[in-house]
């Protein structure tokens, strides 16, 4: 029984001849990637490589998850990546939801935007009036604010 199924996984691997996005695997990076300092980061790589977290990612996503996307078109380990995260400031609520595509919705106080990252910075685009703002990184270390048009709006130490 082993064997037949040991031979129907090697077959369901070559038969689908595609490497996949490997999703589970870059959520084990953005998780020990997300942690607080770069001491918490380098315990997190370390714990994730020790107890063997990546090499079963990527083993789950090469032999079956990877697999299932191929042949449907949507990965399983997909639907968990819109997570939401609440943020609390006081008052003020503002949540945040990672798509799909890699980009960020941020709703706060009545205002959604989408957020995605670009060569040259970060784009906000306002889901309400369809305005959108770029980010971008000068090179004092300030970052500009910019408009639809490319004027700079304002600027952050």
Known sequence: ????????????????????????TQKVYRFHRGL????????GFLVCVILPVYGIATFADAVIL???????????????????????????????????????RLESEGRTFVLARRHDGVVARDCLSGKTYTARTLSEGQVAVLDDAGNMLSTIQ
């Open 1 to 24: 029984m082993k064997k037949v199924v040991v031979l129907l996984l090697l077959a369901a691997m070559i038969a689908t001849g595609c490497t996949g996005s490997f999703i589970l």
């Open 66 to 104: 990877n697999t299932v996307e191929f042949w449907t078109g949507e990965n399983p380990a997909e639907g968990y990546a819109s997570a939401e995260k609440v943020i609390l400031e006081g008052n003020k609520v503002a949540v945040m939801q990672h798509l799909p595509d890699g980009s960020i």
């Open 36 to 43: 607080d300092n770069q001491w918490m980061d380098e315990v």
